[in-house]
């Protein structure tokens, strides 16, 4: 989230450097053309503003998806590292995307290590992932039994 904030400061600057460049040049602009004498200065600070926010306006627009930005699932709070479908994901453990994007498990199986399982039966993931049975044991109905 950090490089994030970074990215919209420098955003930020830029966009008011460039409004200040622009709103500088003395009054040459054909926007002040028809006012005269004193009443430019005061007329100059609406315009910049009224720039600034219309850029800051665009930004729901280009909303930092992941599907451009990939690095935005990888930052602190992101609901896993991978993208699917402009959502950050963890194949690893979601159950739409299990292993890869829109691989959806069935009603019977939950995602462990990108896998699609029953843990009603999956020694390795037996009840929950990750739950092993030891050698010799059975999983049935989600609990690891000597058969
Ligand atoms: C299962 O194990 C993997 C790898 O050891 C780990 O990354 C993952 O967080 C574990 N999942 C659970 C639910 O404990």
């Not at 054909?30 to 930004?59: C, I, Y």
């Not at 990888?74 to 402009?86: I, L």
């Not at 999956?122 to 049935?140: A, D, T």
Request: glycine share 8%; with cysteine; aromatic share 6%.
């Amino acid at each position: 989230m950090k490089a994030l904030n970074i990215l919209i400061m420098l955003a930020l600057l830029m966009a008011l450097t460039i409004t200040n460049l622009s709103a500088t040049p003395s009054d040459d602009e054909p926007l002040f053309v028809h006012n005269d004498g004193d009443e430019d200065r005061s007329q100059d600070e609406p315009t910049s503003v009224g720039f600034t926010s219309r850029f800051l306006a665009q930004k729901p627009r280009g909303p930092m998806t992941c599907d451009r930005y990939p690095r935005v699932c990888r930052a602190a709070g992101s609901a896993g590292p991978d993208c699917c479908k402009k959502r950050c994901v963890n194949v690893k453990t979601d159950w739409f995307n299990c292993g890869m994007c829109g691989k959806k498990c069935r009603y019977s199986e939950i995602c462990c290590k990108g896998k699609c399982v029953n843990p009603m039966s999956n020694r390795l993931h037996c009840g929950g992932c990750n739950n092993s049975c030891n050698k010799g044991s059975k999983c049935l109905y989600g609990m690891c039994s000597y058969a």
